[in-house]
């Protein structure tokens, strides 16, 4: 009776966020390929400064970053900053809106790809996004995701390249519980990043699948109309 009551709540689950938001893109870097990422891979240990990874062209920062959430051994920051030695611990808001001392960051790279090309000194207003986690009863998980801007800032290129940093997990824990949760993670101890990669507005996978809100809505409303707006027009780079 309880596998199949969670069956059905997974299913619903399932249904609702279809409904509201995109599910995560499936990445396809080649079996060639695989082993050159498994090589850079290796090539980011054993240095004593950070190291930034080069990637060759045929194989995105995507692509690689997906590669590294795969072996679950590190969690990921975006930032507009490309020389970050040290994350350290400062007052900012969860996702539950509560505040913390702490360093935040992913499980999920796409998510923060988003952190890093917004370019946030630029940027006006409330930015609303999430990258959502569903645990199914078989012990999968499903991915979904929402990016919308504050509708002002289109036309004013609120863009700019950035880094994301790859962390180790150890001082981590995981924020959010549940069957669904926000793919949040914080550590109140600084981190010192693994090695970085440096990325465009271009390498976002997900560029044209941001949406834009009205500021004076709630974010309910934002969410109900996060994939009609999508059909409404793609985001461009320039806007």
Same mark, same amino acid.
Request: net charge negative; aromatic share 12%; hydrophobic share 35%.
């Given at each position: 009776?309880?596998?199949?009551?969670?069956?059905v709540?997974?299913?619903l689950?399932?249904q609702?966020l279809?409904?509201?938001?995109?599910?995560?893109?499936?990445?396809?870097?080649g079996?060639?390929?695989?082993?050159?990422?498994?090589?850079?891979?290796l090539?980011?240990?054993g240095?004593?400064?950070l190291?930034?990874?080069?990637?060759p062209?045929?194989?995105?920062?995507?692509?690689y970053?997906?590669?590294?959430?795969?072996?679950?051994?590190?969690l #990921?920051?975006? %930032?507009?900053?490309?020389?970050?030695?040290m994350?350290?611990?400062?007052?900012? $808001?969860n /996702?539950r +809106?509560?505040e913390?001392r702490?360093v #935040?960051?992913? %499980?999920?790279?796409i998510?923060?790809m988003?952190?890093?090309?917004i370019?946030? $000194?630029? /940027?006006? +207003?409330?930015?609303r996004?999430?990258?959502f986690?569903? %645990?199914?009863?078989d012990?999968?998980?499903?991915?979904?995701y929402?990016?919308?801007?504050?509708?002002?800032?289109?036309?004013?290129s609120?863009?700019?390249?950035? %880094?994301?940093?790859?962390?180790p997990?150890?001082s981590?824990?995981?924020?959010?519980?549940?069957s669904?949760?926000?793919?949040?993670?914080?550590?109140e101890e600084?981190?010192?990043?693994?090695?970085?990669?440096?990325i465009?507005p271009g390498?976002?996978?997900?560029?044209e699948?941001v949406?834009?809100?009205?500021?004076?809505?709630s974010?309910?409303?934002t969410?109900?109309?996060?994939?009609?707006r999508?059909?409404?027009?793609?985001?461009?780079?320039?806007?």
């Amino acid at each position: 009776m309880t596998a199949r009551l969670d069956n059905v709540r997974s299913r619903l689950a399932r249904q609702l966020l279809n409904y509201l938001f995109i599910s995560a893109p499936e990445p396809d870097p080649g079996q060639g390929n695989r082993e050159i990422i498994e090589g850079i891979y290796l090539s980011m240990f054993g240095q004593n400064d950070l190291q930034a990874v080069d990637l060759p062209d045929d194989i995105s920062a995507a692509d690689y970053l997906h590669s590294l959430v795969d072996k679950q051994e590190f969690l #990921f920051h975006g %930032s507009n900053q490309s020389n970050i030695d040290m994350l350290t611990p400062r007052i900012q $808001e969860n /996702y539950r +809106g509560d505040e913390i001392r702490a360093v #935040f960051a992913s %499980s999920d790279a796409i998510w923060a790809m988003f952190f890093a090309i917004i370019d946030r $000194e630029r /940027y006006q +207003g409330s930015l609303r996004n999430g990258s959502f986690l569903l %645990s199914r009863p078989d012990g999968m998980s499903e991915r979904y995701y929402f990016f919308s801007i504050n509708r002002e800032m289109v036309g004013k290129s609120p863009w700019r390249s950035g %880094s994301v940093y790859i962390l180790p997990r150890a001082s981590f824990n995981q924020a959010g519980t549940g069957s669904v949760r926000f793919d949040e993670w914080f550590s109140e101890e600084a981190v010192i990043p693994t090695a970085k990669i440096d990325i465009s507005p271009g390498d976002f996978p997900l560029f044209e699948r941001v949406g834009t809100h009205n500021e004076s809505e709630s974010i309910y409303l934002t969410w109900l109309k996060y994939k009609k707006r999508l059909k409404q027009g793609k985001m461009e780079i320039g806007s």
